[in-house]
């Protein structure tokens, strides 16, 4: 029987709970490991990791599940924070991805496998892609907004 990226995904959430683990921490232990230099952008890491660590499989599992409608709304109003820190480089948005799915994969252990991959790889570049339009439409509709304030062109 061939599963939806959907049914793949969620179990391998389910497996890493049963496993005990809770992703946040070890995702930013990587963050910060390929991005040290954004830790001082954290007042309340505690609440950031909780937030953007479920934000993230929550937004992957929406795309999944076909619920884009209320998935774009939630990258579109995220991109728009994430302008207050400037213009962030397009490969931590990458990275930060890809530091989901593999730390998904160490917490499901044995339940994942290469059809699981698969999945979690397809909703993770389908959420870059709602990024990438999240941000190109910020970008044209306040192309004067840097880091926060509004600057003259």
């Keep these: 029987m061939i599963s939806s990226d959907a049914e793949l995904m969620e179990k391998s959430l389910i497996a890493g709970a049963n496993a005990g683990v809770e992703l946040r921490f070890a995702l930013f232990d990587k963050f910060f490991a390929a991005w040290p230099e954004r830790r001082s952008d954290f007042l309340n890491l505690d609440a950031a990791s909780r937030r953007m660590t479920d934000e993230t499989l929550e937004m992957m599992m929406g795309l999944a599940r076909g619920e884009e409608q209320w998935v774009w709304p939630l990258v579109a109003e995220?991109?728009?924070?994430?302008?207050?820190?400037?213009?962030?480089?397009?490969?931590?948005?990458?990275?930060?991805i890809a530091l989901t799915i593999e730390t998904v994969a160490e917490a499901a252990g044995t339940d994942w496998n290469s059809e699981t991959e698969a999945a979690w790889i397809r909703q993770g570049d389908r959420l870059k892609a709602f990024i990438a339009e999240a941000r190109t439409g910020w970008d044209d509709v306040m192309p004067g907004h840097v880091a926060g304030r509004i600057s003259p062109r």
């Design 78 to 96: 995220l991109a728009f924070t994430h302008r207050n820190f400037g213009q962030l480089p397009w490969v931590e948005y990458e990275s930060w």
